[in-house]
Structures are given as structure tokens and as C-alpha cells.
């Protein structure tokens, strides 16, 4: 079984512009989640996805964040514009059933913001 | 809110004993799951034991082990036989209407 996969997988860019992520979840995920995880720290709950509707996204920057899963499959994850602060590893995790099982993780994109 | 705890942001252990990591939560919903996930320095989160929390007993696997204490909202780790690749960050999650995290404890193990 194919796993998460997300890209790209290292990124750098400077403050003010704007970048994406992509995360392709495991197939038949319902759930589809964002983490930010700054260096040393616990991942951050961005946005929860259940299918193509939003669970959650309280804790999602929304003047610069942006998110959306097409046709509950795919999703991207939007930073315009980046900040120095923002600069984290992106993780994208899916898990078969709303709170049920637990969540399986990509490897991750690293965003360097300078 | 859900909220996961780990109070101890970093453990050593000898190669070969055995280790416990803390982690406490907080919470109203009364379905729910708890995990320890392990992050080695590649970042890939990788499950390694889980508790469903209608479950009295205690969750094992292998040398991994969990004590689930539902009424003091405690869920610690015990890694037996501590491994060199056992050295990585470790969390502890809550899983009910949202996944949530802790704060994570860097695991060290000397040879």
C-alpha cells in the first residue's frame, strides 16, 4: 500500500513570496490533516479535513494560510505571503476513519524562509 | 480544548534497561484514542504503540508497553531493553475529535 506522499520536499524561498504544498493521502483516507512543526517542537494542528469539508482549522493563519482538499482526495497547503517565522517543516497526515485508527504521516516538506 | 502534556523534554537511558516517558492530557470527550508516535531525526512519525481508551488493559507491543491510568488522564511509555535505534524524539498524541500533539521528549540511549 502506497503511503502519504507529499512534495516537494525542501523548499526556500524569501519573505513576501508565496508557496505551496502538495500532499496526495493514502487512498480511501477520509481524514486528511496539516501539521506545522517548527525545529524542537510538537507538530500544530493547521486544518483537518473530513472528505473535502473542514473539521478544523482554528489555529490556521488565515491572512496568509490557505487550504483545500479537491474531490476529498488531494489537498494543497498555501502561505502568502511567507514570513520568516514560517519557516517549519509541513507535515500532511491521513487516516482511514473520523476518530478511529491512528493517523499515517509523509515525510514531510521543509520550508526555509529567508 | 485537548490538550497532551510531556513534562520531561529529554531522558537518557543505558542501552539495554528500561525507560518511562510521561505524558498527561486533558479532556471532556469520552471516545478517544492515544498514541506514541517516534520521529527520528528524518522527521517520518512512526506509530509505535496505541490505547483505545474503553480499554482497561494495558496496550504492549514487543519491548514497548503503556500504563493508562483514564482517571488521572495519564498515559506514560515504558521502552524495555533500550535499543540504540530506540534514540529519536518521541510524542505523545490524543486522538478524538482532533489529532493533537505534546510537546515531544528527546530519548537518548548511551552505549
Known amino acids: 500500500e502506497a503511503g502519504v506522499a507529499q512534495s516537494p520536499r525542501y523548499k526556500i524561498i524569501e519573505k513576501r513570496q508565496s508557496v505551496a504544498f502538495w500532499c496526495n493521502p493514502i487512498s480511501g483516507h477520509a481524514t486528511l490533516y496539516w501539521y506545522q512543526q517548527i525545529l524542537g517542537q510538537g507538530p500544530k494542528l493547521l486544518i483537518q479535513f473530513q472528505n473535502n469539508g473542514v473539521v478544523d482549522d482554528s489555529q490556521l493563519p488565515k491572512d496568509r494560510f490557505s487550504a483545500e482538499r479537491l474531490k476529498g482526495v488531494d489537498s494543497t497547503l498555501k502561505i502568502q505571503p511567507a514570513k520568516l517565522e514560517d519557516s517549519a517543516v509541513y507535515l500532511c497526515a491521513s487516516s482511514p476513519r473520523w476518530g478511529n485508527t491512528e493517523a499515517f504521516f509523509g515525510q514531510g516538506t521543509r520550508l526555509t524562509v529567508v | 480544548a485537548q490538550t497532551v502534556t510531556q513534562s520531561q523534554p529529554e531522558m537518557s537511558v543505558q542501552e539495554a534497561e528500561t525507560v518511562t516517558l510521561s505524558c498527561t492530557y486533558d479532556t471532556s470527550e469520552s471516545d478517544y484514542y492515544l498514541f506514541w508516535y517516534k520521529q527520528p531525526p528524518s522527521r517520518q512519525m512512526i506509530l509505535v504503540i496505541r490505547?483505545?481508551?474503553?480499554?482497561?488493559q494495558n496496550a504492549t507491543e514487543n519491548r514497548f508497553s503503556v500504563n493508562f491510568q483514564k482517571a488521572a488522564k495519564s498515559f506514560s511509555l515504558k521502552i524495555s531493553d533500550s535499543q540504540l535505534g530506540d534514540a529519536a524524539m518521541y510524542f505523545c498524541a490524543y486522538k478524538g475529535n482532533k489529532l493533537v500533539f505534546g510537546a515531544g521528549t528527546i530519548l537518548r540511549v548511551k552505549s
Open positions: 490505547q483505545e481508551a474503553y480499554k482497561q
